[in-house]
């Protein structure tokens, strides 16, 4: 099993930037794909992006392609989500997830591909 737990949300004015860190504890945290999801009030939880054990594939929701980029240090048990150019629609409880799964990894944007999950963390873009 691996446990997560993310930091780094915040309050943060539109067009600025937020890192977000996901720390994982438990098993080698290089057996894991990771994703991210965010859910705002109201709303569904919706994929975010996702990435590949080795750090190199890498998996966006349109939404955030060309803002976002995930990455991960396996050395340091950590995963990551930079967020830039921030929008106000971006606001949400962010969650990191993991799977140890390359066959549930295939259906990457689904909740149901995760079997591990963080608390969340909240981030909150004022316009």
């Known amino acids: 099993q691996v446990q997560l737990v993310e930091s780094g949300g915040g309050l943060v004015q539109a067009g600025g930037s937020l890192r977000l860190s996901c720390a994982a504890s438990?098993?080698?945290?290089?057996?894991?794909?990771m994703g991210w999801f965010r859910q705002a009030p109201g709303k569904e939880r919706e994929f975010v992006g996702t990435?590949?054990?080795?750090?190199?594939?890498?998996y966006y929701a349109d939404s955030v392609k060309g803002r976002f980029s995930i990455s991960r240090d396996n050395a340091k048990n950590t995963g990551y989500l930079q967020m830039n150019n921030l929008k106000p629609e971006d606001t949400a409880v962010y969650y990191c997830?993991?799977?140890?799964?390359?066959?549930?990894?295939?259906?990457?944007?689904?909740?149901?591909?995760?079997?591990?999950w963080g608390q969340g963390t909240q981030v909150t873009v004022s316009s």
């Open positions: 438990g098993r080698t945290f290089s057996s894991y794909y």
């Open positions: 990435l590949g054990r080795s750090g190199v594939t890498t």
């Open positions: 997830a993991a799977t140890d799964s390359p066959l549930r990894w295939l259906n990457y944007r689904s909740l149901g591909a995760y079997n591990y």
